[in-house]
């Protein structure tokens, strides 16, 4: 499975940006994908999850009512719509896939929100 995320840029704040994750190779093989971010100085944290079948979605508690996660299985992309972007949420995003027990890393795409 590959991943190539895309979207990034700078916003100012209080502006939207919606990323993609273009999943290639296996991709039926995909049970769940991700988004995560990691600000500069900072651990890795998740954002958000979906669920192949169904599309069950979860969120950060701390980003619920801003961003939105979701799928196109027909174009095996996953999306992250990002409103009301605060100063706070700059950060490299990267996209992940669990198929098994494996899990797979997109390269990460830059999210610099401006005050």
């Known amino acids: 499975v590959q991943l190539v995320e895309s979207g990034g840029g700078l916003v100012q704040a209080g502006g939207s940006l919606r990323l993609s994750c273009a999943a290639s190779?296996?991709?039926?093989?995909?049970?769940?994908m991700a988004w995560h971010r990691q600000a500069p100085g900072k651990q890795r944290e998740l954002v958000a999850t979906?669920?192949?079948?169904?599309?069950?979605?979860n969120y950060a508690d701390s980003l619920k009512g801003r961003f939105t996660i979701s799928r196109d299985n027909a174009k095996n992309t996953m999306y992250l719509q990002m409103n009301s972007l605060k100063p706070e949420d700059t950060a490299v995003y990267y996209c992940?896939?669990?198929?098994?027990?494996?899990?797979?890393w997109g390269q990460g795409t830059q999210v610099t929100v401006s005050s």
């Open positions: 979906i669920v192949s079948g169904g599309g069950r979605t």
């Open positions: 190779g296996s991709t039926f093989t995909i049970k769940v």
């Open positions: 992940s896939a669990n198929v098994g027990p494996d899990l797979y």
